[in-house]
């Protein structure tokens, strides 16, 4: 945090931004979640079969 500090006093064209508490909500992608979830517990040595949820 000190290096983005530092940056941030010494650039004087640099800026910040505050995202937003929301930002992660609005910016969550199910797809890529769901493939980081697969690959996770592939890697944990599990075989993964998804079939899409009756409504």
């Known amino acids: 945090m000190l290096v983005i ?3 941030l006093i010494t650039d004087p064209d640099a800026s ?3 995202l937003g508490a929301d930002w992660h909500r609005r ?3 199910p797809a890529r979640t769901t ?3 697969v690959r996770q517990l592939q890697a944990l040595g599990h ?3 998804l079939t899409p949820a009756s409504t």
């Open 27 to 29: 910016h969550l992608d």
């Open 16 to 18: 910040y931004q505050e």
């Open 35 to 37: 493939r980081d979830l």
């Open 47 to 49: 075989q993964v079969a």
């Open 5 to 7: 500090a530092w940056y």
